[in-house]
């Protein structure tokens, strides 16, 4: 195979993870994770850090809604590939939206390419933007 034609090969594999990723989100598909994330994988949002044994109860404590998100910009360094993919969450009761990019970095692993770190970094009205509310969904109240 040559150069251009893996090239194109992984951007197609790494476009689909990113779709998968949104559809299992989206229709609260938790027992897939594996699928579109390494075991170490790490995700950072709400100004809280993440490990893949947290995330179906970061699921669970996620409003439902859609997301709906743009085709991934990809920058290629080998077996590692980094991104960054704007998206819109639509709540499902309220149709309020957040708008937000994902800043990932993706490995290649013998099933694939996989998210390897996730980071989200969400839009505001005032016209900044930031990595959340300093807040972990999953503590405890106070």
Not at 23 to 46: C, G
Not at 78 to 94: L, S
Request: glycine share 6%; aromatic share 14%; net charge neutral.
């Amino acid at each position: 195979m040559s150069d251009e034609t893996q090239r194109i090969t992984d951007l197609v594999e790494i476009h689909a993870l990113c779709a998968r990723y949104m559809l299992y989100t989206s229709q609260f598909v938790k027992d897939r994770w594996l699928d579109v994330f390494t075991p170490d994988v790490e995700y950072s949002a709400f100004g809280a850090s993440y490990t893949l044994e947290r995330f179906p109860a970061l699921l669970a404590a996620a409003p439902r809604g859609q997301f709906i998100g743009n085709m991934p910009v990809v920058e290629f360094d080998g077996d590692r590939a980094t991104r960054i993919q704007h998206y819109v969450f639509i709540d499902q009761k309220t149709h309020d939206m957040r708008l937000a990019w994902y800043k990932d970095e993706y490995k290649r692993t013998p099933d694939g390419w996989r998210i390897h770190r996730r980071s989200t970094t969400f839009l505001r009205k005032h016209g900044g933007f930031d990595s959340g509310r300093q807040h972990d969904p999953l503590a405890a109240p106070e």
